[in-house]
């Protein structure tokens, strides 16, 4: 008995979880106003509702110091806004790093797992090195730690869906949060880095008339969070 009752708690909890996030996404998507306090609180009722599911659990430890880490990082850059966009985008890298632990967890091969490791200091010492090649004078700390935290999380995202059976949930959280960040990366660059016309088709997918990046990013970390509730 006392087993159902705790079953039911918790589809019950999860069904409040995701009908807030539903009602949150929606208002992200199509309010006129401000909706930082909703983007905020998508991303911390996340890092709650997987908190309700910690156990004695590497990985389940791991992805929730990752959403940790995810509200750390929106507080600078949601919240306090652009000019703090180097000390969120840290925080998202070692977001990226701690579900990279994550995803090594329960490996049974080691020539497997050190081959991951060498490919992603590898191919991180390569990007790093191509973006001070390519923006030359241009180059700042924001660029190599945006770059730095692009490299790992495609890394993860490919990683993910090699090990897709281990968790799925947590596979397709990260390609959408992949996709939220590759729009998020272009509207920078755009402004910052690198001129893209109004009137070019670039433009215009990457400056809809809604916000897209939350679209993929609100999904993304439900998922994530759904990801330790299903371990």
């Known amino acids: 008995m006392k087993g159902n009752s705790q079953s039911k708690l918790k589809i019950c909890a999860t069904a409040i979880?995701?009908?807030?996030?539903?009602?949150?996404?929606?208002?992200?998507?199509?309010?006129?106003?401000?909706?930082?306090?909703?983007?905020?609180?998508a991303v911390c009722l996340c890092f709650i509702f997987a908190l309700l599911h910690i156990?004695?659990?590497k990985p389940t430890i791991l992805i929730i110091f990752g959403l940790l880490f995810t509200v750390i990082?929106?507080?600078?850059?949601?919240?306090?806004?652009?000019?703090?966009?180097?000390?969120?985008?840290?925080?998202?890298?070692?977001?990226?790093?701690?579900?990279?632990?994550?995803?090594?967890?329960?490996?049974?091969?080691?020539?497997f797992m050190w081959f991951n490791i060498i490919t992603r200091i590898v191919c991180t010492s390569a990007a790093l090195s191509a973006t001070?090649?390519?923006?030359?004078?241009?180059?700042?700390?924001?660029?190599?730690?945006?770059v730095f935290y692009f490299?790992?999380?495609?890394?993860?995202t490919a990683l993910a869906f090699i090990r897709f059976k281990t968790s799925p949930l947590f596979a397709f959280g990260l390609l959408l949060f992949l996709l939220c960040d590759t729009f998020i990366?272009?509207?920078?660059?755009?402004?910052?880095?690198?001129?893209?016309?109004?009137?070019?088709?670039?433009?215009?997918?990457?400056?809809p008339g809604f916000n897209i990046a939350w679209?993929?990013?609100?999904?993304?970390?439900?998922?994530?969070?759904?990801?330790?509730?299903?371990?």
Not at 151 to 156: E, G, Q, R, Y
Not at 185 to 205: E, M, R
Request: net charge positive; proline share 2%.
């Open 17 to 41: 979880f995701l009908c807030v996030q539903a009602i949150l996404f929606y208002m992200i998507l199509w309010s006129r106003g401000n909706t930082v306090a909703c983007e905020y609180s």
């Open 55 to 57: 156990k004695n659990d």
């Open 73 to 111: 990082a929106d507080l600078f850059l949601v919240v306090f806004g652009a000019k703090y966009r180097t000390f969120g985008m840290t925080a998202f890298s070692i977001v990226q790093l701690m579900y990279f632990a994550r995803l090594l967890t329960g490996l049974k091969s080691q020539k």
């Open 151 to 156: 490299t790992n999380i495609v890394l993860n």
């Open 215 to 231: 679209m993929f990013y609100v999904p993304s970390q439900t998922l994530i969070a759904l990801s330790v509730a299903r371990r």
């Open 132 to 146: 001070a090649l390519i923006l030359k004078h241009k180059t700042d700390l924001l660029s190599l730690v945006s």
């Open 185 to 207: 990366g272009l509207q920078i660059a755009a402004g910052t880095y690198i001129n893209i016309p109004t009137d070019s088709w670039l433009y215009s997918i990457i400056s």
